[in-house]
């Protein structure tokens, strides 16, 4: 599995002058780092994750998301167990996403089991645009964490502006 840290640095805890840089940059955070750890011991266990790559980690205070990239070899029910089991080893409420390319299905992996039944793109005047995403009003309920705090961690991942409505 490809890593944003190597994995000297991951088994042992101690950053290496690159792996420091980066987090002194930002580029990484003490998230990644443990992930890291994590998905390298996993890997020994479970060989099919061996073509993933982990994209980022976000720390919304509630759950950590860990986005990552099997260029679609990965099931989404493998996915779905392997942040069970990461759940159960940090003692906290994770989810594992696959990056795309798509809002919706980026989205739908966020909001689960809420339903997303409509993403609209909204083009501005100077040029660039926002995704409007329609959910059920009746999922709203559904949803793991607040509707805002999903529109930062978008931004963060795919760097587009997002309004979540419910309808």
């Known amino acids: ?11 042992s805890g101690i950053l290496c002058p690159k792996c420091q840089e980066k987090l002194e940059k930002g580029e990484i955070t003490h998230d990644d780092v443990e992930v890291t750890k994590w998905f390298l011991e996993y890997e020994s266990k479970n060989p099919q994750i061996k ?3 982990l994209q980022k980690t976000i720390d919304t205070g509630e759950m950590l998301i860990v986005m990552i990239n099997c260029g679609g070899k ?5 996915l779905n167990r392997i942040g069970k089991q990461m759940s159960m080893d940090k003692k906290r409420n994770i989810r594992i ?3 795309t390319s798509s809002i919706k299905r980026l989205l739908e992996q ?3 089991p809420a339903r997303v039944i409509g993403a609209n793109t909204v083009w501005l005047p100077d040029g660039s645009w ?3 995403i329609r959910i059920p009003k ?5 949803i793991p964490m607040d509707a805002g705090l999903i529109e930062e961690i978008v931004k963060k991942l795919a760097g587009e502006v997002v309004h979540i ?3």
């Not at 599995?1 to 088994?11: D, E, G, I, Q």
């Not at 990965?74 to 493998?78: C, I, N």
């Open 51 to 53: 073509d993933c790559v």
């Open 165 to 167: 409505v419910f309808e």
């Open 130 to 132: 926002e995704s409007i």
């Open 138 to 142: 009746i999922d709203r309920k559904k």
């Open 110 to 112: 966020l909001v689960y």
């Open 97 to 99: 996403i696959e990056k």
């Open 74 to 78: 990965v099931s989404r029910a493998l």
């Open 1 to 11: 599995m490809k890593t944003p840290v190597c994995s000297f640095c991951a088994k």
